[in-house]
Each structure stands twice: as structure tokens, then as C-alpha cells.
């Protein structure tokens, strides 16, 4: 599947930013899934220097410094992806209360580890309520990836998908316990209450389809980024994504941009800036089938 994928971030500042250091993170992942034909990351305006990366987890970053007084700002990525269809995923995982086990048998520490993804990690800490309801939910899984699919069907059927409920900042705790938020929200709970059980579980920022095949409803979070779940499921199995937003396998509707522990590692923006007074900030995407443009 052909995607033309475009998105645009912008910042307004209501005093002008004297001097700004931002690391991007907005180039899709090219790997076995899904690989990118074209794409450019673009900066308006133009950047005093910019310096392309790839970070620990594998994910590229684009580095730019300006030196120019910042009304505004606009970062934008356009490309082509090409998604290819998935493997089915055989239930080989452990039983749960053994893949402990498997993860101890894991002796690098690779980007693929899972021993990255087991704790605390900035926006994602075990226990309490997240805790509690992750092992109320698998107490009766036989496998790692039954308690993957688990928590991911109870989150689906506990929060209410709600863009006005919470924001970019907020603690997971709150948003578990409003039962309501964004993808980002849910991502966050999943990852908690996996870790709880003994599940790595990392995060992964991309983009969804829009437009669903004809005659199925249509997927929540699909206006902005998106935000989806990987888990380890063991050794024969490896890792599993999967978006409990909509309680699905992530699939050929599902654009990877970046995988990391929580959202810290994967913010699309992130720097420092010398300002003062507010800002505002406006995101837009666009991911479109190929075939529909022809």
C-alpha cells in the first residue's frame, strides 16, 4: 500500500524567540514493514545549521539550530510510504507468568531489548491504579500475547475517546482515572499496566488513515498523529503492535514515524527556545492513498 503522507507542525510565539535548538523527529521508519521512497523534512524559516541523525532507537532525527529572532516557525515532512502486509501473528508466546524468563534469556541490549522497556521509564511509571487494573485484566491469560490483547480490549471498552479531556502533558494516571482521552492517553495506560504484569511494552508514534475501507466505521485519532503500542511477547513471537484507541493490530492503515519507551522518546519536536509570553501551535496531516491521487 502507497501512501503521499504530509505533516506540517507550526509554532506562533507572542514574543519572538531570540535564539531555538529543536530536535525532529517527523521522518517515517524505513524497515522491514514499511519502507520510504521519498521524503523530505523542511524548516521555515531555513535554519542557521541542521545536522540528520539516527537516535538509539533507530528512529531519524533531524537536529536545527536557529539564530534569528522566531515569530514563527513551521516544520513539515512529505513522502511516500510504501506499507506491506503483515505477517498473522501465531500465538507462540510464553505463558505469561513465565516470560519473565525469556526476557532474563535476552542478553543484548540493542534497540531491540527488551530489557529497555520493563520499568519506569519519563512519562510511564508502574503501578497504583494502571498496576492493579493490568493484572485485573489478565488474571486470566494463559499467554504473553492473550494478556496483550487483553488490556488492549479493556482500554478500548474504558475510555471514551475525548480530544478536549486532556493534553500533551498530562499524567497518565489522570486520563486512567477520567476514563477518557486521546491515543497518546491510552498508549500510556497500556504500556503501564503491561510493564505492571511483566510485558515489555514500548511506544510508537505515526500516522493512521484517514479515510476507512468502505463500508467500516471510521477509526478514532485519525485527525493528528497517532500513537500505538509495541509489546514482547518472547522470544518466538518478538514484538507485537498493536493500537488499543481502536483495539486492533496495527496493520497497512498504520505509518510508523518512531518507536520508544513513552512519549518523551518519540516527541515529533523537541528543544529549547529563549522566549517569553504564550505560544500557540497548530498540527496537520495528511495521509493519502496513492491510488486515490492517480
Not at 501512501?3 to 507542525?9: E, R, S
Not at 511516500?80 to 526476557?103: N, T
Amino acid at each position: 500500500m502507497l501512501y503521499d503522507l504530509t505533516l506540517a507542525i507550526r509554532y506562533q510565539y507572542e514574543t519572538p524567540a531570540s535564539a531555538a535548538r529543536t530536535v525532529l523527529r517527523m521522518r517515517p521508519l524505513d524497515n522491514m514493514r514499511q519502507r520510504v521512497l521519498s521524503g523530505v523534512v523542511t524548516c521555515e524559516p531555513v535554519p542557521a545549521s541542521r545536522s540528520e541523525e539516527v537516535d538509539f532507537f533507530g528512529n531519524a532525527l533531524t537536529a536545527v539550530m536557529f539564530s534569528q529572532p522566531l515569530d514563527e516557525v513551521t516544520f513539515r515532512f512529505e513522502g511516500r510510504v510504501e506499507c506491506m502486509a503483515r505477517d498473522v501473528v501465531m500465538d507462540l508466546s510464553p505463558p505469561l507468568g513465565l516470560l519473565g524468563q525469556e526476557v532474563a534469556s535476552e542478553i543484548g541490549l540493542g534497540a531491540l531489548s527488551p530489557h529497555h522497556f520493563m520499568g519506569a521509564s519519563a512519562r510511564v511509571v508502574p503501578g497504583g491504579e494502571i498496576a492493579a487494573f493490568g493484572h485485573e485484566v489478565t488474571n486470566v491469560a494463559q499467554t504473553a500475547l492473550e494478556a496483550v490483547d487483553a488490556v488492549s480490549r479493556a482500554l478500548h471498552d474504558w475510555f471514551d475517546f475525548d480530544a478536549t479531556a486532556t493534553d500533551v502533558t498530562t499524567d497518565p494516571v489522570e486520563a486512567f482515572v477520567k476514563r477518557r482521552g486521546v491515543c497518546q492517553d491510552i498508549s500510556h495506560v497500556m504500556i503501564g499496566a503491561l510493564r505492571a504484569v511483566g510485558v515489555p511494552a514500548g511506544y510508537v508514534s505515526g500516522f493512521l488513515r484517514t479515510e476507512p475501507p468502505k463500508g467500516q466505521p471510521r477509526l478514532e485519532g485519525a485527525d493528528a498523529m497517532h500513537a500505538w503500542v509495541r509489546a514482547w511477547c518472547g522470544v518466538d513471537v518478538g514484538w507485537v503492535e498493536i493500537d488499543p484507541t481502536n483495539d486492533m493490530r496495527a496493520g497497512l492503515d498504520h505509518v510508523a514515524v518512531a518507536y520508544g519507551r513513552d512519549y518523551a522518546d518519540v516527541a515529533p519536536v523537541k528543544g529549547s527556545l529563549r522566549s517569553a509570553g504564550a505560544h500557540v501551535t497548530e498540527h496537520a496531516v495528511d495521509m493519502v492513498p496513492v491510488l486515490e491521487t492517480a
